[in-house]
């Protein structure tokens, strides 16, 4: 039944180290999203994608990259973790109008 | 998109209506208001929405006054299961990026 499919769901890395974060959906929706969610705060918007256009935020970092090769599939890319980017990776999906579907998120540890 | 205030915290006894509150006094015409909530560990989950008229769903009713400046998110029967985060977001139709505030954090005792 799951409809957006975060893998792994635990991912540790070691400080500086490239760590790439996957997300699929079976919902054939044309937007996806990335969002970073450190402890005790709320979801913050990293990014998103409308069909293959990528849309970044102003503020996030240029460590943090993103892939969509295909509708299904779209990927985070972290070239150089830093401590400060322990948190929780939420993936999301939409049609253009509507609710979100959150995925159950990958916990990012970096040591 | 338009910045809402939520109170941080909330108790409710099991089985009690759960009425939880939202300002949002800057909203503008073409703006939705959305309601997610987050159980620990896991994402969030829509539960309502609306623009202008009260609405219902199996989850919760959604209640937004006349001036559109606030609203109240109702959860008639809430249980032990409905303890979370619930984020009141104020976003425009013609896009779905959600900008997440600080929530209200509902805990129901038994």
């Known amino acids: 039944d799951a409809m957006v499919i975060q893998n792994p769901r635990y991912q540790v890395t070691q400080f500086g180290k490239p760590v790439t974060l996957s997300c699929s959906q079976t919902?054939?929706?044309?937007?996806m999203y990335w969002y970073q969610q450190k402890s005790s705060q709320a979801p913050k918007l990293l990014f998103h994608y409308y069909d293959k256009d990528f849309n970044n935020e102003a503020d996030t970092p240029d460590n943090f990259q993103s892939r969509r090769p295909n509708t299904s599939f779209c990927f985070l890319d972290i070239r150089s973790p830093g401590l400060g980017d322990t948190a929780m990776y939420l993936c999301?999906?939409?049609?253009?109008?509507?609710?979100?579907?959150f995925g159950s998120g990958t916990q990012l540890s970096v040591l | 998109d338009a910045k809402t205030t939520q109170p941080p915290s909330m108790d409710c006894a099991e089985g009690r209506a759960a009425n939880l509150p939202c300002n949002h006094s800057?909203?503008?015409?073409?703006?939705?208001v959305y309601w997610y909530r987050q159980i620990h560990s896991q994402g969030p989950q829509y539960i309502i929405h609306?623009?202008?008229n009260n609405e219902t769903n199996e989850m919760a009713s959604l209640i937004i006054t006349e001036d559109r400046k606030s609203s109240t998110l109702i959860l008639p029967h809430a249980t032990l299961r409905d303890t979370a985060v619930y984020y009141c977001i104020v976003t425009r139709g013609a896009t779905n990026k959600l900008i997440f505030g600080t929530g209200t954090l509902l805990a129901v005792q038994p």
């Open positions: 919902l054939n929706h044309n937007v």
């Open positions: 999301a999906t939409s049609r253009e109008l509507g609710e979100l579907f």
């Open positions: 800057t909203i503008s015409g073409n703006e939705y």
């Open positions: 609306g623009l202008k």
